[in-house]
């Protein structure tokens, strides 16, 4: 039997190091295949709310847990979540957020100061870290 070659992109640099695009290309490839299994076990559901949640792994500090929830309704923002709608009737799946986690970072140097429009801006969000 003859051997088959499959030629994929490489997810390492030359030196065989991760890049830090490939890990997140490699991460958002693993999300989307376990959304897609769960929107297509759901078929029969006519609409629902599919939250999708990162935390920090209390255990292992370098890892990330994603967590899928489906919810009869809205659910609230919070950080480090996805929220797509998904209604089964009308074949559409409509993404309404994305929010990345809220992960300190060391900052080399001090803001120049506070922009008043961000700050009124980020005093209507109805953000909730959880």
Request: overall charge positive.
């Amino acid at each position: 039997m003859p051997e088959i070659i499959v030629k994929q992109p490489s997810l390492f640099s030359p030196d065989s190091t991760l890049l830090m695009g490939d890990a997140r290309a490699m991460m958002g490839r693993e999300v989307m295949d376990r959304i897609r299994k769960v929107v297509d076990s759901y078929q029969g559901k006519k609409a629902y709310y599919l939250l999708v949640a990162s935390r920090q792994d209390p255990t292992d500090e370098k890892r990330i847990r994603t967590t899928i929830v489906l919810s009869g309704v809205q659910p609230p923002k919070m950080l480090g979540t996805m929220c797509f709608h998904i209604d089964n009737q009308k074949g559409r799946a409509k993404r309404l957020w994305v929010l990345p986690l809220d992960r300190p970072s060391v900052i080399k140097a001090p803001p120049a100061g506070l922009v008043p429009e961000i700050a009124a801006a980020a005093r209507r969000l109805p953000i909730i870290h959880g």
